[in-house]
C-alpha cells in the first residue's frame, strides 16, 4: 500500500445529516478526476470527530458502496472510546476496507504505555492490518523512534501516518523498518518526505490537487527532483489560501463552483464569508478539471 491517499471530505446537510448524493459525487471525483491511489475515510477531514457512532458508520458504509474495488480505502476508527472504535473497526473489516487506522487517543495526556495498551487492544480485537495515526500537534503525544518501534512490532501494525515535520526522524524510522509503510500527513511537505522514504502521502488538499500530487511523488521517483520541488511550490500557493480561509471549507467552495454537492460545515464549524469565497474562488484556476 503506496501513493498518494486522499484524506476524504463529508458534505453534510444544514442540519447536520449527511449528504449522501454530495458524498458520492465526491468519492467519485477523486477516483475519476483526481486518479489518487486510495481515500482515507473517517479522518479529521471527514470531521468524523464531530459525528456519532452511527454517522460515522453511515460513512462507512456510503464511501465502500460508491468506490468498489476502485483504489485502497482506509478506515480511520480511532476514539476515545475503545469499544466504538472496536465495533467501528470490525465493520470496516466486513465491508472489505483494505487497512484500519486510528488516531493516539488525546485530550488526557495519556502516557506512552496506556497509548501502547490501547493500540495493542485495538489490533487484537479487530484482528486487521492497522495502520497507527500519529499527529502529535493535535494530540500531543511525540513518539521517539523507540516509541515507534514498539508500536510497529504489534501484530497487525503495517505502518504509520506521520503528521509531523520531523524528516529524520522519517528517514530513521524507514530506515530501521523497511517493510512498514510510512505515508506523510503534511500536505505541503511531500516533496521532502518523498525524498526522505515516505512510501505516499495521506492528506485533505489532494481533493483538489490529488494530480499534482500524484505527478509529483512519479517525478521524485524518477530523480528529477528540481520538477518535484517546482511542482510542491506551485502546490503550496494553493494550500496557502486554503488555509488562509479554512481548509474544509476552502475544498467545498470550491467543490461547489464545480457543481458537486459538497453541502455544509459540520457544527461548530463555521461557513465561509462573501469575502473568504472570494479567497477560494483563486484556487479554481488551478485545479479546473
Sequence with gaps: MKGIITALITPFHEDGTINETGLRQIVRYNIDVMNVDGLYVGGSTSESFLLDESQ???????VKEEAGEDGKLIAQIGSLNIEEAIRLGKVAKQLGYDALSAITP??????FQEIKAYYQRLTKETDYPMIIYSNPAFTGAQFSVDDYRELLELPNVIGVKYTDTDLAKLAKLKQNHPEKVFFSGSDDMVFPFAVSGADGAIGSTYNLIGREAVKLYEVVQNSDLETARHMQSQMNQVIDLMLEVGVYQAIKHVFKQKGIDAGFMKFPFRELTEE?????????????A
Design 56 to 62: 460515522k458508520l453511515q460513512l462507512l458504509q456510503i
Design 276 to 288: 473568504e469565497k472570494k479567497t477560494a474562488e483563486k484556487i479554481t484556476g488551478f485545479v479546473e
Design 106 to 111: 488525546y485530550y488526557y495526556k495519556f502516557s
